[in-house]
């Protein structure tokens, strides 16, 4: 079973930091694309971050260029999003979604992910 599963939210103060983790089972995490997207209370799902199955291939919203960092661990399984500096505006939902194949990860749309996590929520509040 294809299964994607994200770890690490939590409440965290404006200007701190958090890490997540989206573990994979039943697929072989290099040869997949894996994106990061969040949704806030309202709002439509938005992609954050992702990274092709050729390391080196990654792409940051502009919202979140400079203070998060995407990479991954094949002998792992896991993707991480490295979160810093992070601000109230970055609360939300945050999901992982994977797609088999090469392509390069920015130009992958959000609906075509077809392996979606569970979410883990992130709340940035003092």
């Known amino acids: 079973q294809l299964r994607l599963v994200e770890s690490g939210g939590g409440l965290v103060q404006p200007g701190g930091s958090l890490r997540l983790s989206c573990a994979v089972s039943?697929?072989?995490?290099?040869?997949?694309?894996i994106g990061w997207f969040r949704q806030a209370p309202g709002k439509e799902r938005e992609g954050v971050s992702c990274?092709?199955?050729?390391?080196?291939?990654?792409y940051y919203a502009d919202s979140v260029a400079g203070r998060f960092t995407i990479s991954r661990d094949n002998a792992k399984n896991t993707v991480y999003l490295q979160m810093s500096s992070l601000k109230p505006e970055d609360t939300a939902v945050y999901y992982c979604?994977?797609?088999?194949?090469?392509?390069?990860?920015?130009?992958?749309?959000?609906?075509?992910?077809?392996?979606w996590g569970q979410g883990t929520q992130v709340t940035v509040s003092s």
């Open positions: 990274i092709s199955s050729s390391v080196s291939d990654t």
């Open positions: 979604a994977a797609l088999y194949g090469s392509r390069w990860c920015r130009y992958i749309w959000r609906d075509e992910y077809d392996i």
């Open positions: 039943g697929f072989t995490l290099d040869e997949y694309a």
